[in-house]
């Protein structure tokens, strides 16, 4: 956006220079016992069977991961179950698999052959039911598409699409056959395209024309048509889902019409022989640097932890409607809405589009529509439920539930109790889920028929997760202190590694403790042995769920030309978790005012995406710095959040800047 542009916008509304703290008004120290009811049909009924597997997870994990695994279809048994020489873990060795063959085939002989596999509801309304048949006949026909556009086992598929059915069929095609699928969510811009598509030389784009939020179509293929713009792209086609029918750019001899181009394929296809450490998909996370990392995850593990976890934690029942409400760009969205619930043969719900769309009851609306049993979506969702009003929910009937989920951020045991109360009817276990990216599946968590749940807390270690809460010299820290947290051995979902950065792979998670992997989260053990999760503590933010590095903004700050330096940190925010505060300099001459603010803040958005728009920008005419030229976030974070300066501030070069920083804003 232009400055003149910028300048003509309407004033936006005075926002508090502070945020209110996300922190909960209620401190709740009940201990909730899992329902009865619940615990009569669960698969671990008790704390003494969950401890028994555990024990025997992580003491022999050979035996319980090898016989876990049988559960799962391999075209060719694996011999050793597990080999580790840190940081390089294999799991079943040798052994041949298929995960698209894992999800589909091996229902379609039996009673779920009609069972559906996706539910479908577009954003305007549309409904679509996908049986197991049908699914397994549309991955087939596009896996074919696929190879008939060139793409071949180990080739890199870049796939940006709505939340429809065809966003899981891609994924399953790719597996199918061998490819490496990259999804993006819908939300990155065209440059964060063009950075991944670089970054893994992916050679084909699964888009569409465009997809529905709220109301507004987002235009996708536009996104793509801007990311591969100039020559040097490695990308050769571009195959495009018809989704919005609104007029697009095609380049002929790259773009094709994926509805053409099943004209041309047949339904046969059979699902390739891969072994175990096959690479199953890329996905780019943010970390501490300007740079996203490739995290890739490979085939049995995966998948067999996302079964697992499927079966263990969400106990998911033959009957079961379930519903993750999170987007296929992320990892939830990939474990808990296609791999785990298919390979599981359970019905999973889609939805398209916003929670607010047409009104703020559309999640309850679909739940009470469709009977949905088992809900998994994200503390940031609900504590805008709860801001939205109770009426919302009470006009649905959400008796159908029986097990809740959270996962992303801490639960504020506020929201928490909302959640158990008015969604679950108090009657519904809630399963509070740590894990990230790298680690491809739940990690700590409750298991709904056995572990009694506190509000606020991930509970207990899942099956072979080892966790150390540790000091800096790797000593476990006493109960209730905090410390950083740490995983003492491999496990099956593990990532394998950063796409193309084996250094950058070792030093991130592997260097600050020899042999452990170390998570980024500050956490702390009660008494009782419940981890507490407190947050990142690397300079990693969560925002509304979503893992955004401070370096990948301030990069795309100072690649605007009025922008000197800049500093990111994370302020605390009522719905979001975190929000996100820009302190920048601007070059001489240059007028900082409020039209810059806007243009600065359109200029993240395009150059990383919406997901990234900052909160406030922050004018200053220097930044806090050591002696030793070292940007003191620590001060940053506390002048965001409107706090009293605490620590230490002798070794800060020039004290006045700090004054000047506590009263500038870009907002003002
Ligand atoms: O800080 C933790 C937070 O989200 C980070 C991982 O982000 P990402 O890789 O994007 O994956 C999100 C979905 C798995 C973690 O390092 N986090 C995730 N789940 C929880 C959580 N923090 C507290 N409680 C959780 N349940």
Avoid at 1 to 16: G, L, N, R, T
Avoid at 176 to 191: C, D, L, N, T, Y
Avoid at 367 to 389: C, E, H, L, N, Q
Avoid at 576 to 596: H, M, P, W, Y
Wanted: hydrophobic share 40%.
């Amino acid at each position: 956006m232009s400055k003149k542009a910028a300048a003509k916008k309407p004033a936006a509304k005075k926002k508090p220079a502070v945020a209110s703290k996300n922190k909960s008004l209620l401190v709740e120290n009940r201990v909730f016992k899992p329902n009865p009811e619940f615990v009569k049909q669960a698969r671990i009924k008790s704390m003494a069977q969950y401890k028994t597997m555990w024990e025997e997870s992580v003491k022999h994990p050979d035996k319980f991961f090898g016989r876990e695994a049988k559960e799962l279809l391999w075209q060719k048994p694996f011999g050793k179950v597990h080999e580790w020489k840190c940081p390089n873990s294999k799991w079943f060795v040798g052994g041949k698999l298929n995960v698209s063959e894992n999800c589909l085939d091996r229902h379609i002989h039996g009673a779920r052959k009609t069972k559906a596999a996706i539910i479908w509801e577009g954003e305007p309304g549309e409904k679509r039911v996908l049986t197991y048949q049908q699914l397994h006949r549309e991955v087939c026909r596009f896996a074919n598409v696929l190879k008939r556009n060139g793409t071949k086992k180990g080739d890199r598929v870049i796939i940006y699409m709505p939340m429809i059915p065809e966003a899981a069929v891609a994924m399953l095609a790719c597996t199918r056959i061998g490819a490496i699928h990259s999804v993006i969510f819908g939300g990155f811009s065209a440059e964060s395209i063009k950075d991944r598509v670089n970054d893994c030389q992916a050679e084909i784009i699964i888009t569409a024309d465009g997809g529905y939020r709220r109301g507004a179509i987002v235009g996708l293929k536009k996104n793509v048509d801007d990311a591969l713009k100039g020559k040097d792209t490695s990308v050769k086609k571009v195959i495009v889902f018809k989704r919005t029918g609104q007029d697009i750019h095609i380049e002929e001899g790259r773009d094709v019409w994926w509805h053409r181009e099943l004209e041309y394929v047949d339904a046969k296809c059979p699902a390739a022989q891969l072994d175990s450490e096959t690479p199953l998909f890329i996905l780019y996370t943010s970390g501490s640097t300007g740079k996203p990392k490739g995290i890739l995850h490979t085939t049995g593990g995966y998948l067999l932890h996302s079964y697992m976890t499927c079966k263990y934690v969400f106990d998911l029942r033959d009957d079961d409607v379930y519903w993750c409400t999170a987007d296929v760009g992320w990892v939830t969205g990939h474990s808990y809405m296609v791999y785990g619930p298919l390979a599981m043969g359970a019905t999973s719900l889609m939805y398209e589009g916003a929670p607010n769309w047409p009104e703020n009851d559309r999640f309850w609306r679909i739940i009470d529509d469709y009977k949905v049993s088992v809900f998994y979506t994200a503390p940031t969702a609900i504590r805008a439920f709860m801001k939205w009003g109770d009426h919302w929910l009470k006009k649905h009937d959400l008796s159908s539930l029986r097990l809740l989920g959270t996962v992303g951020e801490p639960i504020n045991p506020e929201a928490w109790m909302w959640y158990h109360n008015l969604v679950g009817g108090g009657k519904c276990p809630i399963v509070d889920t740590w894990w990230q990216t790298e680690t491809g599946g739940h990690m700590i968590t409750p298991i709904p028929g056995a572990t009694p749940t506190k509000p606020g807390t991930a509970t207990l270690p899942f099956f072979g997760v080892d966790v150390g809460i540790v000091d800096d010299l790797g000593h476990e820290v006493p109960a209730n202190e905090q410390g950083k947290l740490v995983i003492k051995k491999p496990w099956p979902s593990m990532l394998r590694g950063i796409w193309g950065d084996k250094k950058r792979y070792q030093e991130t998670y592997w260097s600050d403790f020899k042999g452990w992997y170390f998570a980024g989260d500050g956490a702390r053990r009660d008494k009782d042995g419940y981890i507490w999760i407190i947050g990142r503590i690397d300079d990693v933010l969560n925002v509304a769920g979503h893992r955004l590095g401070t370096a990948e903004v301030e990069s795309a700050l100072v690649s605007h030309p009025a922008v000197a330096e800049s500093a990111v940190v994370g302020r605390p925010d009522e719905l979001k978790g975190q929000g996100v505060v820009c302190f920048v300099t601007v070059k001489e001459g240059i007028k900082a005012d409020r039209s810059l603010a806007d243009e600065l803040k359109a200029h993240v958005r395009k150059v990383i995406g919406p997901v990234a728009t900052p909160d406030e920008i922050r004018f200053a005419a220097a930044l806090p710095k050591t002696r030793s030229g070292k940007i003191m976030r620590r001060l940053l974070k506390q002048i965001a959040s409107g706090e009293t300066l605490k620590g230490d501030t002798t070794t800060l070069e020039d004290i006045n800047v700090i004054a000047a920083l506590s009263a500038a804003s870009g907002e003002d």
